[in-house]
């Protein structure tokens, strides 16, 4: 027989102002096994964790019961708590009363009610849980990166600097992501390409980090420390290792149909194209879709210009297989298409464009070449109209619920930088709230305002028109109560961020969780915020939220820092709570291996002794290091031969005995 | 006739808008073809509803200023629907019962011989009901 102790928290309200704790703690002492009960403010600090250590001392406890906030939240600590008075930990149970009961309900008579049946579950399990002991397993020394955009660079190389190889995984032919394509970065406004092109070539020459450019994550499996991940290296139909990128073959293609992605379709490449003049690595890639030599058979001219002869049109995808320890998510973001905004025009004129469009308008390195100039004629737009919140904050399908955090800034940014250089520009900004937290950030978009004129209307527009050939904005000044037509020469759209499409695939790969807005969530919204819940996949970027450079480059290297503080150990403690089979209930029949996710699960031909009878069986075993104790074998078993460690079948039984009764 | 007490819930109910939703970034206003004929505008209907100044919303002519083109409607980014609301707003007035801008004894005063008869006994059903 079980000696429980049930020690029931208060913490602070959040519990014992809907729940009667005393009751409780009175309801808890009547229990089969309990020989001790008590409650406490703060269960979780370290008088109440003294107070569980003095109990097992003084009581000779052998299981306990705590009655707190989810296992999710103290499991962990209170079961250090059990282990350092002599308890084996997994003879602790939480009994989930904060956010499965007290949170939820208002009346404090029934809360009390379902309190105690939580309570009489645990102790009924607790009744029957025996030591466990968690097995070790070896962390392979080898992080990886998934996208190569600037958070992912910074991770990597932060993780290179501790001295660990790390691997980039980037699906497009170049590193560099969506700051590659900005123009200068605000605050300060220094050129974005003179900040990351020197952390792409540091990236790109450390003898730690591996890059996988124009390279897509096929599958993953395997867990935490272990994990087993197949990239597919799609074909550039160009020899990596000969091509020199001095871009003759680009020059030469004849193929020029095809918009360049780099400057957003705004001008063309070839089918054989360098993405830009700084990618990493700097290696040309052949579009199949757009070639002659693929559509024709004919054509040729980038093999016949090729000094190098790296031209390979036979060239086929590679699969590598490779061991990481880590996973870094960091698969960034793109623009919404603002054409589902029929009233703004995005798609029936040439000069409404999306910021981003501009951003590559203003770059030297950009299709106009710097100078601002408009799709349409190629004039200078004297009159320029910005419009914000495109698609965030909304509710309809096209909208984005969410706020996209950067689009203040820079839209200030843009405005500020066109009056700086263009002063004979009027500058007007549509806008609903000017969300600018940050440092620096308010003063920055203050200058815009104050130093540059930059005209803020606080209103939305309600459509783009052309009149007499000329766009007319057509807006509200809320403060004004006015209505205001204003015609514009260019209209720039702040369009809504978005996560990359493959982030759901990858979710799903990595069996990591996303919001509704398909961002990765973090382990905890503000203690864990690097970490995906799945042990030893950590977020980084715009893929867990909306964010600007600066914070991205800090959550980069936080999870970095997560990483590295995972590959420095030699092993990780398992979870002992595995499946495991009995030889001598297992008929061999397989239900187990075909539903094990993680292909925890083998069969293997062995001897067994029934009863004194030898037979050799086929019978199913579990790799403890893999198996990650979903349960789904125990419930696919027929024979009842599979069973879980510490959430036995007799334990979950006994529970819902104990929620009857 | 303005002694009709109207409540933001009843609005609410009425038209199944919801003015909580609204963030008051005014696209509503900036679509209105009306705008010129109104005193208060979609955004402020919808403002104005939500903190209870309804009595003066009912007062203004400006609900029978919308053309019910519903581009408020279509372009909403909070599904707010201003248009709806007005609407409401409208059968709020047209509605209104208890009123008594006609009684019986006034018929003599205002009845002559130009009038038709039937146009007295509109008034009254009306009204007076």
Known sequence: MQKIGVFVCWCGSNIAATVDVRKLVEAAKHEPGVVYAADYQYMCSAS???????????????????????????????????????????????????????????????????????????????????????????VVKRALVIGGGIAGIQSALDIAEAGYNVDIVEKKPTIGGKMAQLDKTFPTLDCAACILTPKMVEAASDERIRIYSYSE??????????????????????????????GLCAEKCPSRKTGNEFNLGMDKRGAVYIPFAQAVPKLAVIDPAACLHFKTGKCGLCAKNCQAKAINFDKKDEIVEEKYGAIVVATGFN??????????????????????????????????????????????????????????????????????????????????????????TEVSVFYIDVRTPGKNFDEFYRRAVEQYGVHYIKGQVGKVAENAGKLVVHGSDLIMNEQVEIEADLV?????????????????????????????????PKLRPVESPTAGVFLSGVCQGPKDIPETVSQASAAAAKVVGLLS??????????????ELLCNGCSACEK?????????????????????????????EAVCQGCGACTVACPSGAMDLKGFTNRQIMAEVDAICR | MNDIKKTTEQLAFMSGAVTSRCMGCGKCTASCPAFDRMEYHPHQFVYMVETGR?????????????????????????????????????????????????????VPCVIDDDMPQQAVVAALRKFTK
């Open chain 1, 335 to 424: 623009p919404i298409d603002p054409s589902p905004f029929g009233e703004l025009g995005y798609s029936r004129y040439p000069d409404v464009i999306t910021s981003l469009e501009l951003e590559r308008i203003m770059n030297a390195a950009g299709p106009t070449g710097g100078v601002l100039l408009r799709p349409s004629d190629k004039a200078h737009p004297k009159k320029i109209v910005f419009v914000q919140c495109v698609g965030s904050r909304g509710l309809r399908g096209c909208d984005k619920p969410y706020c996209s955090k950067i689009c203040c800034m820079y839209t200030a940014k843009h405005a500020m930088l066109i009056r700086e250089k263009y002063p004979d």
């Open chain 1, 569 to 582: 150990k030699d092993q990780l403690t398992c979870n002992p709570c595995v499946a495991h089979s009995d």
């Open chain 1, 48 to 138: 109440g964790q003294q107070l569980i250590k003095d109990a097992v001392a003084n009581y000779g406890l052998t299981g306990v019961v705590v009655c707190s906030c989810s296992p999710r939240m103290h499991e962990a600590t209170f079961r250090k708590a059990a282990q350092s008075a002599g308890l084996n930990p997994y003879m602790l149970e939480i009994a989930n009363i904060r956010e499965h009961c007290s949170w939820i309900h208002k009346d404090v008579e029934s809360a009390t009610e379902k309190a105690v049946i939580l309570m009489r579950a645990a102790v009924a399990k607790v009744n029957l849980n025996v030591s466990l002991t968690a097995g070790k397993s070896a």
């Open chain 1, 492 to 524: 720039v759209l702040a369009v809504a961020i978005e996560p990359d499409e493959s982030a759901r695939k990858l979710a799903t790969m990595l069996t990591a969780s996303m919001d509704t807005n398909d961002f990765f969530t973090e382990a905890h």
């Open chain 1, 595 to 623: 539903v094990c996710p993680y292909g925890a699960i083998t069969y293997q031909d062995k001897e067994v002794n029934d009863h004194g009878k030898r037979e050799v069986r086929r019978l199913a075993f579990v790799n």
């Open chain 2, 54 to 106: 309804i009595d003066k919303l009912l007062a203004s002519k400006s609900a029978f200023s919308c053309l019910t083109c519903f581009a408020c409607v279509e372009r909403c980014p909070r599904m707010v629907e201003p248009a709806r609301l007005i609407e409401a707003v409208r059968l709020a007035v047209e509605r209104q019962q208890g009123g008594n801008r006609l009684l019986p004894d006034d």
């Open chain 1, 217 to 246: 994550v096929e599958s993953v499996s395997g867990f935490v420390g272990n994990f087993t991940v197949k990239i597919r290296k799609k074909s550039r139909f160009v020899e990596e290792d000969l091509c020199t990128g001095c």
